[in-house]
């Protein structure tokens, strides 16, 4: 499994960034994916998850109406579109597979991550 995270930066309160996760190494179709962060100092938290057909999305409470999920099968691919971005959206952002429940455990593959950082 390979998942490498991009898109990430320096950006202002109340502006944009669009990560994107390029997967290899298994059968990207068929699997439910997530994104997850991690801020200085704090836990793992579970961000959004696509379903593998790409039919059904779950985000958090903290970034619901803000952020959207999306994936490309053929290309294997997935995005996290990033409005109205918060400093406390400030964290290591990964790519990770399996949904909320599998993520939330410990579960899955992830990436390196990358970073966003969102300050004036």
């Known amino acids: 499994v390979r998942l490498v995270e991009s898109g990430g930066g320096l950006v202002q309160p109340g502006g944009s960034l669009t990560l994107s996760c390029a997967a290899s190494?298994?059968?990207?179709?068929?699997?439910?994916m997530s994104w997850v962060r991690q801020a200085p100092g704090k836990g793992l938290e579970w961000v959004s998850s696509?379903?593998?057909?790409?039919?059904?999305?779950g985000y958090a409470d903290s970034v619901k109406g803000r952020f959207t999920i999306s994936r490309d099968n053929a290309k294997n691919t997935m995005t996290l579109q990033m409005n109205s971005l918060k400093p406390e959206d400030t964290a290591l952002y990964y790519c990770?597979?399996?949904?909320?429940?599998?993520?939330?455990?410990?579960?899955?593959?992830r990436g390196q991550g990358t970073q966003v950082t969102v300050s004036s």
């Open positions: 696509i379903a593998s057909d790409g039919t059904v999305r």
């Open positions: 190494g298994f059968i990207f179709k068929w699997i439910y």
């Open positions: 990770a597979t399996g949904g909320r429940s599998t993520v939330e455990r410990g579960g899955g593959d």
